[in-house]
């Protein structure tokens, strides 16, 4: 029987609750007014990373993974996006150990759907 925790052995999805962290350390010190904005935001596309990864390598097909896989990607672009318009928005200073997380969980991920994609042909 295959083990339904394997995504805690997947790279991809320990570096996705690394990028978790860091989005909770930079949201707690954005101004209060973006509480329901950037903050909310930020901290669902963030939690949706590994969570999707999560839901995806416990289904019973390389199909379905590949759909988790899918919407943790859109949801690494999401937060990219958001950590930039912090940046332009003066919000943040430094967001460099997230650019770092976000360019190695691109990698990763989109190295996991290239070997998906390739079992399934």
Not at 50 to 58: C, F, K, L, V
Not at 70 to 84: H, N
Request: charged residues 25%; contains cysteine; glycine residues 6%.
């Amino acid at each position: 029987m295959r083990d339904p925790r394997r995504h805690h052995d997947l790279i991809a999805w320990q570096r996705a609750v690394d990028l978790v962290k860091a989005a909770y350390e930079i949201t707690k010190t954005l101004p209060d007014s973006e509480r329901f904005g950037l903050v909310s935001q930020m901290r669902r596309a963030a939690v949706s990373i590994p969570s999707n990864i999560a839901e995806g390598a416990a289904r019973h097909s390389s199909k379905e993974f590949l759909q988790g896989l899918y919407i943790a990607r859109g949801s690494l672009a999401e937060i990219e996006t958001q950590f930039v318009l912090c940046r332009e928005l003066g919000f943040v200073k430094d967001v460099a150990a997230p650019d770092q997380l976000i360019s190695e969980l691109f990698s990763i991920l989109s190295g996991l759907i290239r070997s998906l994609q390739a079992r399934g042909k």
